[in-house]
């Protein structure tokens, strides 16, 4: 098993910067790739960004390619998503989930562990 947690979410106004942080603890050596993804009150949850835990490559969902990095660091098996020039519409609960293949894929089903989230909300 893997556990992931997440932290760092909290209340900023439109323009501003974050940093989430996503740390795995457990049967890490499973991990293959990691993302993010967020949920949205009325919305169903989407893929935001992800990246190998192996090669480093990573892939930004177009939506905030540009404004959000996802990075990794292998020694502390924390992950990160810099976020900024944050929008209102970047209001959601932000998830971390990690899965045992290398590839990075969008679909939530296909990713094998789960945090609890974080949240963040972008005031206008």
């Known amino acids: 098993q893997v556990q992931l947690v997440e932290s760092g979410g909290r209340v900023v106004q439109a323009g501003a910067s974050l940093r989430l942080s996503c740390a795995a603890s457990?049967?890490?050596?499973?991990?293959?790739?990691m993302g993010w993804f967020r949920h949205a009150p009325g919305k169903e949850r989407e893929f935001v960004s992800g990246?190998?835990?192996?090669?480093?490559?990573?892939y930004t969902d177009d939506s905030v390619k540009g404004r959000f990095t996802i990075f990794r660091d292998n020694v502390k098996n924390t992950l990160y998503l810099e976020m900024s020039s944050l929008k209102p519409e970047g209001t959601a609960v932000y998830y971390c989930?990690?899965?045992?293949?290398?590839?990075?894929?969008?679909?939530?089903?296909?990713?094998?562990?789960w945090g609890q989230g974080t949240q963040v909300t972008v005031s206008s």
């Open positions: 989930a990690a899965r045992q293949y290398e590839a990075v894929v969008v679909l939530a089903t296909m990713y094998d562990y």
């Open positions: 990246i190998s835990w192996i090669s480093g490559d990573t």
């Open positions: 457990g049967r890490t050596s499973a991990v293959e790739a």
